[in-house]
């Protein structure tokens, strides 16, 4: 069965500062992808990243960047610099890699973190 | 390119009556996907719909719940005698095949009062 687990519920950062949120996962496949999603107050859910089982190259956009460490079954995101625009729950998630047909690619998400950028 | 759409984006009913919320996919994108957000549960899949056909509908509920996804028009989520625990937002998401991201639309609140 596959998992995803968020630890951190809430954090709470003053701008400017720089912020990791930490997203374990657990899985039997060997070919998988991950995810992370933005979901702001006005309650869209805005994607941001996607990561193959078999690409460990951390990514950088911007003043985001992931950090995915399979030997850890985890895929940390942080924010630098953070922005008050940056508040918002952030959801880390997970799904089988199926190719042929009848394959479900259906997303396991985590129970999101809090992100709180005060002034 | 618009995005996904979904309507309404609020809906209120009453215990026992139906629910229809609706999702039209983005441009070219055939794979369609139903989620909850249930305030104490987080976002959990309910059904995966290619056009005409239910490919994955694990987490659906046994009762009440159905979904289509036609040749023409949008994909419908459909609750039969809506109860309280129905109260959550709904939301669709959609991607052009597999092996790609799914992208979300903004989502029904559905009240059930």
């Known amino acids: 069965a596959q998992k995803v687990t968020q630890a951190q519920t809430e954090i709470s950062v003053v701008e400017k500062e720089d912020v990791t949120l930490d997203c374990v996962y657990e899985t039997r496949d060997t070919t998988y992808y991950l995810f992370w999603y933005k979901q702001p107050p006005s309650g869209e859910l805005v994607f941001l990243i996607r990561r193959n089982s078999f690409d460990e190259q951390n990514e950088i956009s911007g003043r985001y960047s992931w950090n995915f460490q399979k030997s850890t079954s985890s895929f940390n995101f942080t924010i630098t610099a953070s922005q008050v625009v940056d508040s918002a729950v952030y959801f880390c998630a997970l799904s089988e890699a199926r190719r042929t047909q009848g394959g479900s690619e259906k997303l396991v998400f985590g129970k999101g973190t809090k992100l709180t950028v005060n002034p | 390119n618009a995005g996904v759409m979904q309507n309404p984006r609020h809906l209120v009913r009453r215990r026992g009556q139906e629910a229809r919320l609706r999702c039209s996919p983005m441009?070219?994108?055939?794979?369609v996907y139903w989620y909850r957000q249930l305030p104490e549960e987080g976002l959990k899949f309910m059904v995966y719909?290619?056009?005409?056909?239910?490919?994955?509908e694990s987490g659906m509920p046994k009762e009440r719940f159905s979904a289509e996804f036609p040749k023409e028009g949008p994909s419908i989520l459909r609750i039969q005698q809506v109860v309280r625990g129905d109260s959550a937002a709904y939301f669709c998401?959609?991607?052009?095949?597999?092996?790609?991201?799914?992208?979300f639309g903004p989502g029904t609140r559905l009240t059930v009062t």
């Open positions: 998401a959609s991607s052009p095949r597999l092996g790609y991201e799914q992208y």
């Open positions: 441009k070219g994108h055939s794979h």
């Open positions: 719909l290619q056009k005409e056909n239910i490919i994955d």
